[in-house]
């Protein structure tokens, strides 16, 4: 399985970034709670892309079976860390520290993992994948064997 790279999901992250804050900017708790829930939920949205990874060109698929298609179930398991942040790094002072510390540990986890996978796609077994590997990758499986009875 090809390994994506970094510097591509940190582009996306950032298209990410640039909506959560405009989601951010509505008044007062539906800001936060569409922020909250774009960020839980974006890996399930447009044929399991996020925006960021629709427009840059990546998928996030199941790391023990690139076959299984992921729903919102992994989207949201795989972003609890993200959310953890936003919501501490909205606490005054503490949170600018511990919220920003949080998104280190994950890009430090990544960048460690031989196949690049942050704490939030331990969690929920899925990686990111170029979507031309994630295709060639499909048309390389060979079909399931019948088994005999």
């Given at each position: 399985?090809?390994?994506?790279?970094?510097?591509?999901?940190?582009?996306?992250?950032?298209?990410?970034?640039?909506?959560?804050?405009?989601?951010?900017?509505?008044?007062?708790?539906?800001?936060?709670?569409?922020?909250?829930?774009?960020?839980?939920?974006?890996?399930?949205?447009?044929?399991?892309?996020?925006?960021?990874?629709?427009?840059?060109?990546?998928?996030?698929?199941?790391?023990?079976?690139?076959?299984?298609?992921?729903?919102?179930?992994?989207?949201?398991?795989?972003?609890?860390?993200?959310?953890?942040?936003?919501?501490?790094?909205?606490?005054?002072?503490?949170?600018?520290?511990?919220?920003?510390?949080?998104?280190?540990?994950?890009?430090?986890?990544?960048?460690?993992?031989?196949?690049?996978?942050?704490?939030?796609?331990?969690?929920?077994?899925?990686?990111?994948?170029p979507t031309a590997a994630s295709a060639q990758q499909k048309t390389e499986t060979p079909p399931h064997q019948q088994q005999g009875g």
């Amino acid at each position: 399985m090809q390994k994506t790279d970094l510097t591509t999901r940190a582009v996306a992250a950032f298209i990410d970034l640039l909506i959560l804050m405009g989601l951010t900017r509505l008044p007062d708790v539906i800001g936060f709670l569409s922020a909250s829930g774009y960020l839980l939920v974006r890996d399930g949205l447009l044929e399991r892309q996020s925006i960021g990874k629709k427009l840059i060109g990546l998928r996030v698929i199941s790391s023990d079976d690139p076959e299984f298609v992921i729903t919102y179930r992994e989207s949201i398991i795989r972003n609890v860390p993200l959310v953890i942040a936003y919501i501490l790094f909205l606490l005054p002072y503490a949170g600018w520290i511990l919220g920003p510390a949080v998104l280190g540990i994950e890009c430090l986890t990544a960048l460690g993992n031989e196949r690049g996978m942050r704490i939030g796609d331990m969690l929920a077994r899925t990686c990111v994948v170029p979507t031309a590997a994630s295709a060639q990758q499909k048309t390389e499986t060979p079909p399931h064997q019948q088994q005999g009875g």
